[in-house]
């Protein structure tokens, strides 16, 4: 177990490092962010003279080694927005869009696992059909669709819930319906084929030869083991969650990473960006590792 | 017994029962696609909206960029204050939605059908590639697929077209270097598998060479998983370039595509719904016909429902 | 004739698929008596497993059970309810099935699966199942059983997994146990391991066992009633000495030529020529027509029924017709 | 704690006790509700004042900081921190400020801050504002509270400069004890309010100044901006009563807002000219000052400000609005439009069948940027002339701009922080405009330089009017509209918008 | 060990062999985590040697796992060996390299167990037939076509079905194919790695008596892996029996099926059942007790030791090499079996 984590850890290096070097030619080809510093109305010496103290005028094997540099010592740089070390910047937003992607997540299973049982179940039937139908549905809309959507209905016209910004437990039902809904239309469709193929198994026929009545061979054999493809498939989907953050924090302004990658990427504040990007590969990658061991959890066949 | 009575015994026996299976391939998809209500669905829609495309200067009643004063925000024919001249209404510039759907499901189309093929082409090879001779190549390769798998996609297609503007060429060039790890997974997953079937140890042992065995032996047998992906991700592109289009980032008027009319709309959902509902469901409803085909395909590509 | 502990009566089961309606048991009628062996042979495809599913209740969709009594100790299992149904499944009647590996869940301990059934049916405590359990295992011949009750099942052979689905299947002291290729999987050695402790536990218990195989050789050692079906039919039906000795049905015949024996030598084997039919493809006459070296031309225009040649020996063929034929 | 909590408390009291209660919007336990959440949509950028150009972030500060001379409504200037001023020479101007003024952590206000706060922009070229107060040479202290500031050269516009962002003054002893960075976090100010919390992206939360000098504020217990980006859901939170003012509502909403109960819009002239910039070099057909005529008579500015923007614009052929120095009300609320006069001054230029142009636009930048881009699309195609609408992110627009990339013409809006005209017009000088616009006019050249230094406000403000004037004229840029900021705003409260868009809660009464 | 090696050889000199295998070992390496310093392997295949004559067909049979394919593979160069000499017509076959190797390959071919997987269920039968053709350029146009036709006439397979695909036969039919291709290049070796276990057992017997006819038309030699005993005895001349990795005897099939002279044998004989209830009683029962072990973690010395109820101390501590006990008749055995119990062959 040991031995697999760190060799599992060691090839997130270079992962990381790939991720580093394209997001820097990325931001190095981005050219500079001076004159979006300055209002509309700078002259074109006051551009130059901010470059020049930016440091912006180095080749790119000086400026990439300088990059490198921090890097290793976790500094991105400074945010030419907020003239502060971005990592702490991005690390502030980081609470909030787990806050978010963790309560979409757990929307997500709470409405994926029991349809996705269900319509397997009753293959064919009505709720299958409507389970599976309703999946397809959610995932055809945009995010940001059904975002405005929610806030129109349940905001303004039913005023259940507040429109937007993060506090009380409130004001994330929206955002995380919005952005878990997309998933568990995914997760259903995946849990209803796993669970199908499970339901096919010998190890199935055997339990019910055993005279268990049929919610528990349903629940205790078969679930679990549908849970482990599940497990591994949700974990790739991080990256899709985070991407949704994107969306979802910008409608219903969530102060979270998703806003302030946004908002860096359209003012070129390419320290941000760097720093953001690497923060949720991190994340995704951090989460694929902890699916990895989790599904050696769930399932004993599997060694280290 | 000699060995050919046996075989005319055994020709009879299977003509009697295999006639009915061999039918030829296009007769056997037209059935499966008629026993499947959700695939007939999704293959006519899409059909309809390639040639709506395609013929897009013949159906759209107006030029979708032609502004009209007099007729902004005219609600569709239904409601009061509409007419039948403009079937789903106007925006607030007063151009016909109808036709700025027609158009728009050009840019669509062509950026999700072009985005896919790209990604899918560099995907498939490179998955070939790397599961075929696995080592060190392979692991070259899937670390590179690893880092692309750890950036969303719409942040990297955000990042990519804020740097380079966002047109449909770069559009379809950044969501095909996105999109091009999913497949190159997939298919090296798949060919992982392939590769210890038998028939490629037969083939290795007639002698074929490795290009070969990737053409004729790999290829074809991780080409329908393909396509099933691939379809759903022409879908998942549709909804990105709307996404995108919400960020500022997706393709700029006069061009037109389904994600820019719907985001241009949004600000106009509580007033004046149907500029963002139209196109919305123009989105929904071609995604869902695309799904729908993918999961068709994913059972007729499946030889075991070769039946 | 001594009371019948099982009696299947013209079994039908269809399968409903997207190609139409596949007959894979075909008004199958045997019976079981009690502390009985009998064989179910046949190939792959003629319908073994889904009988034996059948008296389980265990068909899944699009299989149903379409006509036809089974009778267990006089109850007709097809008519009962799920909750008598699941009262008597891995009680009275219990299963072992082909493939030792694929039927344990792997996600499970084998204590936890054995003592599953054990809980369930006898109303043991967590701990009274336990002990039960490990002896079952011990019983089974299973070395170390505290140690094995606890693993995994990946975590043993073979052979092991398939002792354990023994002891599983044997932990409620079953009425009828059914044993669905249960040695296919084995190595030969493990095979007669396996076979050996069969027929132990025949000897202890007095269970009835229904065996299902294609092995002749299995069936020649350990059984006393052999039925063989072709194409979801019985077509012979008689003790295992008559079978090997004097077959009636072409179909045996042939099946019986075929087997290499490790006994004998020869230049050639004798085959059967063709393959197997697919279930419902062959609507009219005898359903071994393509196959048989002896087909008359009544063969392909009328179905013969099962007919008792000689007390205890039922044959599904024309040539018998008028009375017994050597062939 | 959060504004959420009002929120619902605001909407379901809103319903039963709305006007009668006439403002005393209560909370349930029957306290007055004493806090203002105002919504804007973007997030204020940081604490260093020096280091920004960003109006709304400004809009914030505002009420933490004070400047040393303010604006009233009329673009009268009049000291604010200062007690008296006397100019002594060209150069300098002696100040005194006023008493018992504090800093929020308790220090007294004095000549050292005042000189610690100036020379700092004046001399880090790495600030934002740097640009805008390198004219300072140094500050002098006089004592305690009087001090003289100097300048390189005369400086016509330097109580401009004084009343603005880059005057709020900073804490000399607090910075340095502490630290910018420890300042940024936790900043002090003179304002009337003081800083509680910044949730970034969030909020930004603060609360009134017991020592404020004019008096602790007592009208808000707490004032809240909440950053609400998306423009649907800011206008969702006015109606709802999430927010008591929201800025920036799009037109396509006002309706909505004035026609919902307890909300409404409220506009005031922006500073903000929007405008066509033409590029004049010599090939083009726009080199042709009758072309640019004809292109400024095909431009109905009166349907882009009272259609396109719903009124939301005022028609303009100046870029030196009210309120500025050097304001020409003749050219102010005017426009030219004669579709007949364009045909013929085209054919005039030879180009009786039209050409080919390209208009580049911002989307989203200006209210209805892009729609007015494609309105003005279709009115020049009445005079045959074929426009290409292209469209830019802004940061490519930015980029498109700097790196002279600029074709005919694109559109801009241009403020002007100053209020000083001299900024303004500045954009007709040729050596700035050169290879941008390549426009150059002797006239102007010659006013520009006469103006630069000219410390007689009168004839300096006759200068600046010529040349709008010339420039009126010979359309260098097609001037369209000075935009109109549009608030939402509950009716519980009485907020009246000022065009520098500030927010000052401190004005800001419950009703 | 060395002593052993030189016997066979000095054996051997007299006759040249068609396949000459000397010494072979193939281990996989099994190491787990990074920084083990010990590596762990799987010793497959532990150091077997035997050849196979012009014309005849060597059985190898043993119990799953105990490296049958893994020989067998190796021979094809499917797989690298670890060590050992693989000499087929006096040529090391695990030598050549490249396009040499590919020369080569069109003498010896493979017939696989599984009819579904070793076929190309996108290829039409046609071009699985044609592909050694082609790629050896043997044939092209018309005179490929007639080839690829006789050779379904050969194997029985009806023209007509050249352009279907594989999925639309069943196993036999499918089998044949796979025969087919394995001919196609008119090889002097065939390696046969359980070619009947997935077949239906009526079927079965078609597929063995049409590879005893090709094998009297063509001359062809075989190497026929299977572990049922009873078909590996029908087809072969000589029968090598794996355990672990290890050759323990080898013979002519009479003399294994009539006298085994190793234990494991005697007890793998005595293990298949005897279709006919009359022998139910006279049938010697030895039943070998407990499983096979680990490859990756082998018993010391004779590997069947473990099971063997014969084992005696030596058995525990000394490998026993495979001598020639009798005349032609191979054991790795410390004790052979004086009597050993084989199968009543009724003649
Ligand atoms: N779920 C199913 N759907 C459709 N047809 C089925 C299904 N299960 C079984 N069948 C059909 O029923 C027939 C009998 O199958 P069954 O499993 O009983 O054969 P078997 O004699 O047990 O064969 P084997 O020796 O391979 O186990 C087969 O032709 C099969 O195609
Ligand atoms: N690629 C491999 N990597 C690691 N171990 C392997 C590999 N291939 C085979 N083995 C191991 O080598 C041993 C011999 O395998 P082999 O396939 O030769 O057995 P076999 O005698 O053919 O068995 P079967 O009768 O089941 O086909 C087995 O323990 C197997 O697990
Ligand atoms: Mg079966
Ligand atoms: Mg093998
Ligand atoms: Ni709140």
Redesign the interface.
């Known amino acids: 177990m040991g031995k697999y984590l760190i060799r599992r850890l060691l090839q997130v290096i270079p992962v990381l490092f790939i991720i580093s070097f394209v997001v820097f030619c990325l931001v190095f080809v981005a050219g500079d962010p001076v004159a979006l510093m300055l209002p509309e109305d700078a002259s074109q010496e006051d551009i130059e003279l901010l470059r020049e103290s930016l440091g912006l005028n180095e080749p790119f094997h000086i400026q990439y080694f300088t990059y490198m540099l921090g890097l290793v010592q976790l500094d991105f740089g400074d945010s030419f927005r907020y003239n502060q070390s971005a990592l702490p910047i991005v690390l502030e937003r980081l609470p909030a869009t787990l806050e978010l992607a963790i309560a979409a997540m757990i929307i997500a299973i709470v409405i994926a696992i029991p349809f996705g049982i269900w319509s397997a179940t009753k293959k064919n039937s009505p709720v299958d059909f409507l389970a599976t139908g309703g999946a397809v549905l959610w995932k055809a809309m945009p995010n940001f669709w059904l975002g405005i959507m929610l806030i129109l209905l349940f905001s303004v016209t039913l005023g259940w819930f507040p429109v937007s910004g993060r506090g009380d437990l409130s004001h994330l039902v929206l955002p995380a319906i919005t952005l878990g809904t997309g998933i568990a239309a995914e997760m259903t469709r995946l849990i209803r084929s796993s669970m199908l193929e499970i339901l096919n198994q010998d190890y199935i026929r055997t339990a019910k030869s055993k005279g268990i009545r049929n919610f528990f061979v349903i629940n205790k054999h078969a679930f679990r083991n549908a849970l482990i493809p599940v497990v591994t498939i949700t974990a790739l989907q991080t990256s899709t969650l985070v991407g949704g953050t994107l969306v979802t924090e910008t409608v219903f302004s969530w102060p979270g990473l998703g806003q302030l990658l946004i908002q860096a990427v359209n003012t070129r504040d390419m320290a941000i960006v760097q720093a953001s990007v690497f923060v949720i590969a991190f994340i995704v990658i951090l989460m694929n590792l902890i699916a990895d061991i989790l599904y050696k959890i769930l399932d004993p066949r599997i060694k280290y | ?1 000699s ?5 005319q ?6 003509s ?3 006639k009915k ?2 039918t030829n391939g296009f007769v056997r998809w037209m059935r499966l696609l008629l ?1 499947s209500k959700t695939g007939t669905f999704g293959l006519i829609i899409v059909l309809a909206v390639i040639l709506v495309a395609i013929f897009a200067k013949y159906l759209a009643p107006y030029d979708p ?3 009209n ?1 007099a007729a ?1 925000l005219k609600p569709p024919f239904w409601l009061e204050g509409g007419s039948m001249e403009h079937i789903l209404g106007t925006d ?2 007063g151009r016909d939605i109808l036709s700025r759907i027609i158009y728009g499901s050009q840019v669509s189309l062509a950026v999700g059908l072009a985005a896919v093929a790209l990604a899918g082409v560099i995907g498939v090879f490179v998955g070939l590639v790397a599961g075929y001779y696995g080592g060190f190549i392979d692991n070259v390769l899937m ?2 697929v ?2 692309f ?7 990297f297609a ?6 380079f ?2 047109s449909v060429t770069t559009l379809i060039v950044v969501l095909g270097i996105t999109n091009w790890v999913q497949y190159a997974r997939l298919v090296r997953g798949e060919v992982l598998s392939i590769k210890e ?3 490629v ?9 490795d290009n ?1 065995i990737i053409l ?2 790999l290829l ?2 991780v080409i329908s998983p393909f396509i099933v992906i691939s379809t759903l991700s022409v ?1 998942t592109t549709i ?1 990105l370039e ?2 995108l289009s ?4 997706g393709i ?3 061009t037109i595509s389904w ?1 820019g009319i ?3 709309g ?7 719904w149907w500029l ?1 509902t139209f196109p ?1 469901l123009a ?3 071609t ?2 016909a695309i ?2 085909l993918g999961d068709w395909l994913r059972d007729v590509l499946d ?1 075991r429902s ?2 | 004739m001594t009371e019948a502990l099982l009696e299947v009566k013209d079994l039908k089961t269809y399968f409903h698929t997207e190609n139409g309606v596949v007959p894979s048991v075909d008004g199958v009628s045997f019976s079981i008596k009690k502390g009985e062996t009998i064989a179910v042979v046949g190939e792959s495809g003629s319908g073994k497993s889904v009988t034996s599913l059948s008296i389980m209740g265990l068909v899944g969709s699009p299989g149903k059970i379409v006509d036809g009594k089974i009778l267990f100790e006089g109850k007709d299992l097809t008519t009962i309810s799920n909750r008598d149904m699941r009262k008597l499944r891995g009680n009275e009647i219990a299963m072992i099935f082909q493939e030792p590996l694929t039927s344990l869940n792997p996600l499970f301990t084998v204590g936890n699966q054995i003592s599953e059934s054990i809980k369930l049916h006898q109303k043991a405590s967590k701990e009274e199942a336990k002990v039960k359990s490990i002896e079952m295992l011990r019983k089974v011949g299973i070395p170390r059983p505290e140690k094995v009750y606890s693993s995994y099942p990946h975590m043993l052979s073979g052979g092991m997994r398939q002792r354990v689905m023994i002891a599983m299947a044997l932990s409620c002291n079953p009425k009828l146990l059914i044993a669905d290729e249960p040695t296919t999987a084995l190595d030969v050695t493990i095979q007669a391991q396996i076979l050996q402790l069969m027929r132990n536990l025949i000897h202890e218990n007095d269970t009835s066992i229904m065996l299902i195989t294609h092995d002749l050789g299995v069936v020649a050692e350990m059984v006393d009633t052999v039925i063989v079906m072709y194409a979801g039919q019985v077509v012979e039906y008689t003790d295992v000495y008559t079978i090997f000795k004097e077959p009636k049905h072409p179909y045996t015949k042939g099946l019986l030529d075929s087997t290499p024996k490790i006994h004998e030598l020869k230049d050639e084997l004798q085959s059967i020529e063709g393959t197997v039919p697919a279930p419902g493809t062959i609507t009219k006459g005898c359903r071994f027509q393509t196959r048989c070296p002896l087909a008359t031309s009544k063969c392909f225009s009328e179905e013969p029924e099962l007919k008792e040649i000689r007390p205890n020996h039922q044959v599904r063929c024309w040539l018998h017709e008028e009375g017994e034929v050597a062939i | 704690g959060c504004s959420g909590g009002t929120t619902t408390d605001e909407s379901t009291d809103s319903k039963t006790t709305d006007s009668e209660q006439k403002g005393t919007d209560t909370k349930a336990d029957g306290e007055v509700d004493r806090t203002l959440t105002v919504a804007v949509g973007s997030d204020m950028v940081s604490f260093d004042i020096h280091n920004h150009n960003n109006t709304s972030t400004e809009a914030i500060h505002v009420n933490m900081f004070n400047y040393l001379f303010k604006k009233d409504a009329n673009g009268e200037i009049y000291p604010e921190l200062v007690e008296e001023y006397n100019t002594i020479d060209d150069l300098t101007i002696e100040m005194k400020l006023k008493e018992g003024v504090t800093f929020h952590n308790g220090d007294p206000l004095t000549s050292e801050d005042v000189k610690y706060t100036l020379e700092r922009v004046a001399t880090d070229d790495t600030l934002r504002e740097y640009p805008n107060y390198k004219q300072i040479k140094e500050v002098q202290v006089i004592d305690e509270l009087t001090f003289r500031v100097v300048t390189h050269a005369p400086e016509p516009s330097l109580l401009h400069r004084l009343s603005r962002l880059g005057s709020g003054i900073l804490p000399k002893n607090y910075i340095e004890e502490n630290g910018f960075d420890h300042f940024l976090s936790n900043p002090v100010g003179t304002g009337p309010y003081q800083f509680k919390e910044w949730v970034r992206d969030d909020r930004i939360t603060l609360v009134p100044y017991d020592n404020y000098f004019e008096g602790k504020v007592e009208e808000w217990d707490e004032v809240v901006f909440r950053v609400i980006p998306e423009n649907s859901t800011r206008v969702s939170e006015l109606l709802t009563g999430g927010v008591d003012i929201a800025v920036n509502i799009p037109p396509a909403d006002w309706d909505r807002v004035n026609s919902n109960e307890g909300t409404s819009i409220v506009q005031e002239i922006s500073n903000r000219v929007i405008m066509l910039i033409v590029r004049s070099t010599e090939g083009l057909p726009t080199a042709d000052v009758r072309v640019r005529q004809a292109l400024d008579y095909a431009i109905d500015d009166g349907t882009l400000a009272n259609v396109v923007l719903k009124g939301g614009a005022v028609p303009t052929t100046t870029m030196v609005g009210p309120g500025n120095f050097g304001h020409n009300p003749d050219l102010y609320e005017t426009y030219n439009y004669d579709v007949e006069k364009a045909k013929a001054l085209l054919e005039e230029a030879g180009y009786a069948d039209g050409f080919e142009i390209t208009l580049q636009a911002p989307r989203g930048r200006y209210l209805q940027d892009a729609e007015v881009a494609e309105m003005i699309a279709g009115m020049l195609a009445a005079i045959n002339v074929k426009v290409n609408v292209e469209f830019l992110e802004w940061s490519n627009f930015v980029e498109m701009r700097n790196a002279n990339e600029n074709k005919e013409l694109y559109l801009l809006g241009l403020g002007n922080s100053m209020f000083d005209g001299a900024y303004s017009v500045d954009w007709y000088r040729a050596e700035r405009m050169a290879g941008h616009t390549d426009y150059k006019n002797d006239r102007i050249e010659e006013l520009l330089a006469a103006s630069a230094s000219n410390m007689n406000p009168e004839e300096r403000e006759k200068q600046i009017q010529e040349i709008s004037a010339i420039a009126a004229e010979e359309a260098p840029f097609i001037k369209l509209y000075q935009e109109k900021i549009n608030i939402g705003v509950s009716d519980k409260i009485d907020f009246v918008p000022t065009s520098d868009e500030m927010i000052n809660a401190k004005n800001i009464k419950r009703k | 060990m060395v002593q052993k090696l030189e016997q066979v050889e000095t054996q051997t000199k007299k006759e040249e062999y068609l396949l000459e295998v000397k010494g072979l070992k193939k281990y996989f390496d099994v190491t787990e985590g990074l920084f083990k310093k010990e590596r762990q392997y799987l010793r497959a295949v532990d150091n077997i040697d035997f050849f196979v004559r012009q014309g005849e067909t060597l059985g190898i049979v043993g119990e799953s796992g105990c490296g049958k394919s893994t020989t067998g593979n190796l021979i094809m160069q499917l797989l690298d060996k670890t060590e050992g000499e693989i000499i087929f017509e006096g040529v090391d076959l695990s030598k050549l390299k490249g396009e040499a190797l590919r020369k080569k390959r069109a003498e010896i071919q493979m017939i696989f167990q599984d009819p579904f997987s070793s076929l190309n269920p996108r290829m039409r039968v046609f071009d699985i037939i044609a592909e050694p053709l082609k790629t050896h350029g043997v044939a092209k146009g018309k005179e490929l076509e007639n080839q690829v036709y006789e050779l379904m006439d050969v194997v029985g397979l009806d023209r007509s079905y050249a352009r279907r695909y594989p999925h639309e036969f069943s196993g036999g039919q499918r089998q044949r194919i796979g025969i087919a291709r394995a001919i196609a290049l008119k090889p002097k070796l065939i390696i046969c790695d359980e070619p009947v276990s997935a077949l239906d057992v009526s079927i079965q017997s078609q597929i063995l008596n049409l590879m005893s006819k090709l094998q009297k038309e063509f001359q062809l030699t075989y190497i026929f892996i299977a572990h049922g005993l009873p078909a590996v005895k029908h087809i072969s001349d000589r029968v090598a029996v794996m355990y672990l990795g290890k050759i323990v005897e080898i013979t002519t099939k009479e003399k294994l099926f009539d006298q085994p002279l190793h234990p494991y044998t005697e007890g793998l004989l005595a293990a298949v059942p005897i279709p006919d209830p009359t022998l139910r009683d006279q049938k010697h029962r030895i039943i070998i007790e407990g499983d096979m072990p680990s490859p990756a973690n082998p018993p010391s010395g004779c590997r069947f030791h473990t099971r063997c109820p014969y084992a005696q101390d030596k058995c525990r501590s000394e490998e026993p090499s495979l001598i020639e006990e009798k005349p032609d008749h191979f054991v790795a055995c410390h004790f052979p079996l004086e009597k050993g119990h084989g199968v009543l062959i009724e003649k």
Do not use: C, W
């Open positions: 017994m060995v050919n009575t046996e075989t015994n055994q020709n009879q026996v299977v009697s029962v295999e299976q061999t026993k960029n032609m502004i004063p902004m607030n510039l670390r590179l690893d880092s798998l750890a950036i969303p996609t719409i942040l955000l990042v990519i077209l804020s740097i503007g966002p079937r038998e028939f140890k037969a083939a290795k042992s007639i002698g074929v060479r070969k004729k032996h074809p047998n879908a909804i709307a996404s919400f960020l500022g980032l700029q008027p006069p994600g719907l985001s241009d949004r600000d106009y959902i509580a007033t004046s963002a919305g989105i929904t409803i995604v869902l799904i729908f030889p070769a039946k």
